[in-house]
C-alpha cells in the first residue's frame, strides 16, 4: 500500500466508524481523527517536498 493509498483508507474506516458510532462521543473522536490524517498527510507531502528542494538546492550542498 502507498501512503496515498494508506490515507485514503484511514480515511475511509474513520468514516464509517464515525457513521456507525453509538454515541455522539464516538462519533465526535472518528470525526477529529479524520481531521488529523488529512492534517498528518498534508505535513508528509510538505516535508517530501522541502527535501527535494533541498536536494536540488545546490547552493545548500
Known sequence: MT?????AWLL???QAQAKE???YEEAAFFMALQTFI???AKRLEQA?????GRTWD????
Open 48 to 52: 517530501e517536498s522541502e527535501v527535494d
Open 12 to 14: 475511509q474506516t474513520a
Open 3 to 7: 501512503m496515498d493509498e494508506t490515507t
Open 38 to 40: 488529512q492534517t498528518q
Open 58 to 61: 545546490h547552493e545548500r550542498w
Open 21 to 23: 458510532a453509538k454515541s
